[in-house]
């Protein structure tokens, strides 16, 4: 463990922060790039009516809904009772405390502070701020701990992935506390036949399918071959995509990205023209892309043209940094899955070659993981009951459980028409993160839900 004077430094510094600003087995891809309504956006499909009409405690006041999101007889309805319903009041219940901690402190994982902050008021829980550990797995447990025995009893979790049995050590003391991650599913870390990358779920997991975020973060950067350098040979054209290889979520998209590539036909060769640049050494941060990725394109010059999966928002825009800098912009493009990166220099008028980002609308991302954790603190469900309709049929982990993976939507955004998405997010959420005085809104322009994939149910 860290100086115990490190450590107090950082909470004090969390909660002013927090004070101040208010798969398994992947089955082929189809090798064309989707619309949006594919993928999440646009015409979806409505939450199932499933979810358990089964009796919970936790009811509300006479004359009252007795559950968010309820079934139409009034019963608890266990896949959208995460879900803000802003008919139920939630002040009828207990008043939880909440904290988001995460290893790294990039903009990204601030970015998701800022969700939980907005999320945590309306479900009537107090959010008491935010607190990274600065790539300290160590610390990251000390904070958890701490902020246990200061009364905090929800958490909101974002370690290295394999500190995560860890984490299960520490909480399975304390009966009244619950949890949920967010950037990665978690898993304990047991390799064999038939387990998923990573190991055994060891609780919900809300987010996407990585191998499909992979493959689709390829498929677009085909699309803007095909309209922008459709005559220029594979063996001309230079492919990177980054890794981070003690991180199974992400090693599941680079493996997907290679098939995609594969798919479409491409004529890649390892170290030749396509190149897996691994941060894991240097962490998922623009320093650590920058120096990673910077003797790959400065090396190769015989390489005028870039296609990069940029993995996360600050590895993407690590190689638009230096493929600027080699005078590439024109002839290059970047994508990545995330996104708030790539919007904030938007917003500031930068545009270069980071042109897509694959992208769920933070506020969407944050809601049912807040909701769960509330859930869970109420007593209306545990994480084996949530969202029935999402437990995967052949990964839903060990010994009994059936911890579900609900899937988010994603939506394509372009340098030149990402705004109507970020503010329809405020619309549905409530919220005023962004200001960009779009014309025409309607609740009806995107949906929060998706349809559960065939490849859930048993074949």
Same mark, same amino acid.
């Given at each position: ?64 809904? &007795? ?179 003690? &991180? ?212």
């Amino acid at each position: 463990m860290k100086k115990v004077t490190a450590l107090i430094l950082a909470l004090v510094m969390a909660f002013a922060f927090a004070a101040c600003n208010g798969s398994a087995e992947p089955s082929n891809p189809a090798p064309e790039s989707p619309t949006p309504s594919d993928t999440g956006g646009g015409e979806s499909a409505p939450p199932p009516d499933a979810g358990g009409e089964t009796e919970a405690p936790g009811g509300g006041a006479s004359g009252s809904k &007795s559950y968010p999101n309820a079934n139409a007889d009034g019963s608890i309805n266990l896949d959208t009772v995460a879900h803000y319903d802003p008919e139920y009041d939630y002040t009828q219940n207990p008043k939880y405390k909440v904290a988001y901690l995460a290893t790294e402190n990039s903009f990204l994982y601030q970015m998701s502070a800022n969700g939980f902050e907005h999320w945590a008021p309306l479900f009537n829980m107090e959010f008491v701020g935010f607190l990274a550990a600065n790539g300290d797995s160590d610390m990251f447990l000390t904070n958890l701990q701490n902020l246990i025995d200061q009364g905090v009893t929800g958490f909101i979790l974002d370690p290295d992935t394999t500190v995560f049995p860890a984490c299960v050590d520490i909480i399975s003391n304390y009966p009244d506390v619950k949890w949920m991650s967010q950037m990665a599913p978690p898993r304990d870390g047991a390799t064999g036949d038939g387990l998923p990358i990573g190991g055994n779920l060891i609780n919900p997991y809300v987010g996407f399918d990585n191998f499909d975020a992979g493959a689709q973060q390829v498929y677009k950067l085909d699309e803007w071959r095909k309209a922008n350098i459709p005559d220029l040979p594979w063996s001309e054209i230079g492919f990177i995509t980054f890794n981070f290889s003690t &991180s199974p979520p992400l090693v599941e998209r680079v493996i997907g990205a290679k098939r995609a590539w594969e798919n479409v036909g491409a004529e890649i060769v390892d170290g030749v023209n396509y190149f897996e640049v691994d941060t894991a050494s240097s962490g998922l941060t623009l320093q650590g892309g920058l120096d990673n990725v910077a003797p790959v394109i400065s090396t190769h010059t015989e390489f005028k043209n870039w296609l990069v999966v940029g993995l996360i928002d600050d590895l993407g825009q690590a190689a638009a940094t230096i493929i600027e800098q080699q005078n590439l912009t024109d002839g290059s493009c970047v994508v990545t899955f995330g996104g708030s990166g790539f919007i904030a220099q938007w917003d500031g008028g930068q545009f270069d070659a980071c042109r897509y980002a694959l992208y769920t609308a933070n506020n969407l991302y944050s809601e049912p993981i807040a909701g769960a954790v509330y859930a869970y603190l109420n007593g209306w469900a545990t994480p084996d009951t949530i969202w029935p309709s999402w437990v995967k049929w052949d990964d839903h982990g060990a010994e009994g459980h059936t911890y579900p993976q609900l899937r988010l939507p994603t939506v394509w955004l372009e340098q030149d028409d990402y705004k109507h998405y970020l503010e329809w997010s405020d619309l549905y959420a409530s919220a005023n993160e962004y200001n960009y005085d779009v014309p025409g809104l309607t609740l009806d322009d995107y949906s929060p839900f998706i349809p559960v994939p065939d490849d859930f149910k048993q074949p």
